[in-house]
């Protein structure tokens, strides 16, 4: 990206076109659609998809002689189609002669410059832009200025709407079940829109389009002719007007979407109706839409001076128009592959904890609306814990719209094409990411209220799982969570046993102890007649508590060979061939598929997909988890973070592009140079499409945020506990300045300015009360309109 505000693509290249509708796509946190061409139609090549936050659909496939209930974010219905022609000639379709498409990341608008030759050889430029408006989620749009290079005569244009689109966008899903769209209605009306709804399938979800087709020359309307198309399920106006050669034509289409599920409206459809007759023409609503944008970046600043720095403006970019303002009150969490495609099935899972973290700095707003999200879900997760026999809330790996559990109990291996028991269920921590997300939250904010009336509840009930998952061992005098997986997802059994899972998950349980720990001191944080308002809700009693302390202190942790054993009895596993596998499979990230196919099975050697001990140094200092395991009664030393990630380093494939963001993270403090290649591996993860065709499915949220979270805070050392921002910046040779601004506890000024010699932190706001800071553990005030030099 030479323009670190644009990203271009010239010429068209049928085998990217999937990477870069999904790079180009366009949204608003209400809604994101894919940079497909308006022509275009699901091919092959093409895949024209727009997801709106929360809108999934259930539906019962038959799988390998089996009946499986799966539930998907619903590919809605396509606003975009719209194509043109010379009177009686042939519709354009694509590909265009020439063609660059160019977004502007800074505006939040998509460019399209091409020529087009029809069969005859009558050439017609054009220019498209498109915007899903910040200003007005509910309303996208797309301008069309037609150019006739060597022909007069009549031009004929058609503008659609489309509700007959299937979710057919990842290949291993097909045969599953994919038509959620049932048609309700379609028209082209006198008021001149077109309109369409929709319901789905197997949900009471309803969505409705308005479309409004204006065409002007210079901001003068044209005489038009208007004919309605419909069918069932599609509808269309085919406009008819003259054409001089070398005269721009201008088609305006404005889009008007609205669900069941809004809120502050009636019915569906006459909102859509009402909103699209009265929106203002397309450069208004550009304008109105990039002030937001600019208030965005604003709110957003990080200047840094690498080669690079377009792809961190494009990750910021993709995580504001997933989650936004506009998905507060829409009851939606952070699906992990954003709203850009259906990998994953739209769902989500503990990518918050990547994404959470950058935005508790900047909006901490959305935080809290992904929170509620999840305390919406509790029951959900209180039942899910008593169908396997537990107390508190065990909360799904995999969630959708009610918060049960959606992970896929079989999955396909395409590279034998045998489908597998998925035990991915088991991965039991994504609770204690939650807690974690409430405590951080908390810490960031200060937000007291929103502990006492939902945080402490989630935690307090989290906590209670991890209590109740943990059995006594005599043997070792210690507490055990058994049938478990790790982050690493690879190992989901032993080898040697018949049942699925691993016992004593070492990052599973020094989280539990953590979330124990939390939820004791949460206890004492609330006010008092909250406290005995909760205690007595929960049936919390002293009994209770003392366990939770007990067990906090005293679950059993593994160590072989000076290092901390991902899971008790890891060191029974064999050791991996990797030259030789190296040598047959130049790309490994995928190992446990090669392996099954192959006959073999990952389970039995010492292989890791991603990070998975080595996340406890992404969420914690290394003295926060040096403290953690002496807690617990464990030795740890200062070189117990060295041994064990070289020890993990040599054994990952870095499967998932979450693994490159916490490995940047972990050898920030041992190998400054090696945590720049994997910063930078996370920073261009779906720019490159590194994992060779997943990203053409949708982005990966979490990683795009990761990597922007490790210029905002592991560089910088920023790290918030104790009422304090605490700083200790370990700044790589490759980035020689890093300046940003951060919202801490109320405070909408705190700004860091860092080199290799110095840093500085700045309050420029008019507020009274100064912000606590610790550098390198040292405490200082800084009060609003100062400014605090330290030197490194």
């Avoid at 022909?151 to 689109?165: F, I």
Wanted: charged share 25%.
């Amino acid at each position: 990206m030479p323009d670190p505000w644009t990203l271009r693509y010239e010429g068209f290249d049928p085998v990217q076109e999937g990477l870069r509708e999904v790079l180009c796509a366009v949204g608003n946190g209400y809604l994101v659609t894919r940079g497909a061409a308006p022509e275009s139609r699901a091919d092959g090549v093409h895949y024209p998809g727009t997801y709106l936050a929360g809108c999934y659909d259930r539906a019962t496939s038959a799988v390998d002689g089996h009946l499986v209930d799966n539930e998907d974010l619903v590919n809605c219905p396509n606003w975009l189609p719209l194509t043109f022609r010379p009177e009686g000639g042939e519709w354009f379709a694509g590909p265009p002669v020439r063609q660059r498409l160019e977004l502007d990341l800074r505006r939040g608008v998509l460019t399209r410059h091409a020529l087009v030759a029809d069969p005859q050889g009558l050439r017609t430029r054009m220019v498209q832009r498109r915007v899903a408006s910040q200003a007005q989620p509910h309303l996208v749009a797309l301008e069309t200025t037609l150019v006739p290079e060597n022909w007069s005569g009549r031009l004929e244009v058609r503008s659609a709407l489309d509700g007959t689109v299937t979710n057919t966008g990842v290949a291993r899903y097909l045969g599953l079940a994919d038509r959620h769209l049932v048609p309700v209605s379609q028209g082209s009306g006198d008021d001149g829109l077109l309109r369409l709804e929709v319901t789905a399938a197997g949900s009471p979800l309803h969505i409705a389009l308005a479309a409004r087709t204006r065409v002007h020359h210079a901001n003068t309307p044209l005489p038009v002719d208007r004919i309605g198309e419909v069918e069932d399920g599609w509808a269309a106006q085919l406009l008819t007007l003259d054409a001089l050669m070398g005269r721009p034509v201008t088609v305006e289409k404005t889009v008007a979407v609205y669900t069941s599920r809004d809120p502050a409206i009636g019915a569906p459809l006459r909102a859509a109706r009402l909103l699209a007759a009265q929106a203002p023409g397309f450069d208004r609503l550009l304008a109105e839409h990039a002030l937001r944008w600019a208030e965005l970046w604003r709110r957003c600043r990080i200047e840094a001076d690498f080669d690079g720095i377009g792809s961190l403006h494009l990750n910021l970019f993709h995580l504001l128009q997933t989650y936004s303002e506009h998905s507060v009150d829409l009851d939606v969490g952070v699906p992990a592959r954003g709203l850009h495609g259906e990998a994953y099935r739209g769902h989500v899972f503990w990518d918050e904890l990547f994404v959470l973290r950058l935005l508790n700095l900047r909006f901490p707003e959305l935080t809290r609306a992904v929170l509620r999200y999840r305390h919406r879900r509790l029951d959900a997760a209180r039942q899910a814990a008593r169908q396997v026999g537990l107390r508190g809330a065990m909360y799904p790996w995999q969630s959708a719209s009610d918060g049960r559990e959606e992970s896929q109990r079989l999955h396909l291996n395409p590279l034998s094409g045998h489908w597998l028991p998925d035990h991915s269920h088991l991965q039991r921590h994504v609770g204690s990411a939650v807690a974690y997300n409430v405590w951080q939250y908390y810490q960031a904010t200060g937000d007291l209220d929103f502990l006492a009336t939902a945080g402490a509840e989630m935690l307090l009930e989290i906590a209670r799982f991890w209590s109740s998952s943990a059995t006594y061992d005599p043997g070792r005098g210690r507490y055990s969570i058994r049938g478990v997986l790790g982050p690493d997802e690879y190992h989901d059994a032993y080898p040697w046993a018949e049942r699925p899972g691993v016992d004593d998950n070492a990052y599973t349980n020094v989280l539990a102890s953590w979330v124990l720990a939390r939820a004791l001191d949460t206890v004492e944080a609330l006010p008092g007649y909250r406290r005995e308002e909760l205690l007595e809700r929960l049936a919390l009693g002293p009994q209770e508590l003392d366990r939770w302390q007990e067990v906090s202190r005293r679950l059993h942790i593994p160590f072989h060979d000076g290092v901390l054993s991902q899971f008790d009895g890891y060191e029974r596993l064999a050791e991996f061939d990797w030259a030789a596998y190296r040598q047959r499979h130049p790309d490994l990230r995928r190992l446990d598929r090669i392996l099954e196919a192959e006959g073999d099975s990952v389970n039995r050697y010492k292989a890791s997909k991603q990070a998975d001990v080595l996340m406890l140094w992404y969420l914690f200092s290394a003295r926060e988890v040096r403290d953690l395991l002496r807690r617990l009664g464990y030795p740890a030393g200062h070189e117990l973070l060295r041994r064990t990630t070289g020890y993990y380093l040599r054994r990952t494939v870095h499967g998932s592009t979450l693994s490159s963001v916490v490995h940047a993270w972990v050898l920030t403090r041992s190998d400054r140079r090696a945590s720049w290649r994997h910063f930078r591996d996370a920073l261009t993860a779906d720019l490159r499409d590194v994992q060779g065709g997943t990203t053409c499915e949708g982005v990966h949220l979490g990683a795009m945020a990761g990597a922007v979270d490790l210029l905002q805070r592991c560089y910088t050392g920023l790290e918030i506990r104790e009422d304090a921002l605490w700083l200790d910046p370990h700044l790589p040779s490759a980035l020689g300045h890093l300046e940003l601004d951060l919202r801490y506890r109320g405070h909408w000024g705190v700004e860091l300015a860092l080199d290799h010699r110095q840093i500085t932190v700045s309050l420029r706001e008019s507020r009274q009360e100064p912000v606590q800071v610790r550098f390198r553990g040292s405490p200082v005030a800084i009060r609003p309109g100062e400014s605090h030099r330290f030197t490194l």
